[in-house]
């Protein structure tokens, strides 16, 4: 069993559509959790990162984090073409820039 | 937010070569950068740890003699694969850690095919 387990996907959905991408991990040593995006042959971007449970807001994209269920959510809002990429999660046992562990990615495909 | 970069971003080379990878963190320090490399369609699989001044460390099955890690520099880090086979064909992407946020940004990654 992976250390971390994501949907690899692909979702479609219309633009405009709310997108609900999830993990669920093993290691409840994990204290760091980063949703990153990654376009086509480029490297992943960081989107957002969150400590401990609890949710976390950042323009359209919402990063939950429920420890007691060792389950964490990026959500989208208002999804847009533009939108269209793979979302890794990620989430380390230490501080956020240490050794990540990452989810097989969810490749998202947002249609106009 | 931060930049790093990565040099080249594309390489073709034959079979037997060395190619050298430089992954650079052009708007902060970087005590602590990463290699990663990533088949199609797959996730990224973390090679080594490469910390300034000292050895990098590798994960378990990755050879250290072929995948040369030097991080002698703040800002610099290089990945260098000696005498590749068309089998280290792959998607190289570093990462490098922000000493003062302790957050990990990526570079935009190195494709090597090998012939």
């Known amino acids: 069993q992976k250390e971390v387990e994501q949907d690899p996907g692909p979702l479609s959905v219309p633009e405009g559509a709310i997108v609900s991408l999830n993990c669920t991990y093993s290691n409840s040593a994990f204290q760091y959790f980063m949703w990153y995006r990654q376009y086509s042959r480029k490297g992943p971007e960081l989107l957002m990162y969150?400590?401990?449970?609890g949710n976390k807001e950042d323009g359209r994209f919402t990063a939950q984090v429920d420890k007691s269920s060792k389950y964490i959510s990026l959500f989208i809002r208002d999804s847009q073409p533009s939108d269209s990429a793979t979302y890794l999660c990620a989430m380390s046992r230490g501080n956020a820039g240490n050794m990540l562990t990452f989810g097989g990615g969810t490749r998202l495909m947002v249609k106009p | 937010g931060a930049v790093v970069s990565q040099h080249p971003s594309r390489v073709i080379c034959k079979s037997g070569t060395s190619v050298k990878i430089e992954c650079r963190s052009l708007?902060?320090?970087?005590?602590?950068m990463f290699w990663y490399r990533q088949f199609p369609k797959q996730s990224l699989m973390l090679m080594a740890t490469?910390?300034?001044?000292?050895?990098?460390?590798?994960e378990q099955g990755v050879e250290k003699d072929k995948f040369l890690i030097n991080h002698a520099s703040l800002t610099l880090s290089t990945l260098t694969v000696t005498s590749a086979h068309p089998e280290d064909s792959s998607f190289y992407i570093c990462?490098?850690?922000?000493?003062?946020?302790?957050?990990?940004?990526f570079g935009p990654g190195t494709r090597l095919t090998v012939l």
């Open positions: 490469s910390n300034e001044g000292s050895k990098a460390t590798y």
């Open positions: 708007d902060f320090q970087a005590t602590t």
């Open positions: 990462s490098a850690q922000d000493s003062s946020t302790d957050t990990q940004y």
């Open positions: 969150t400590y401990s449970s």
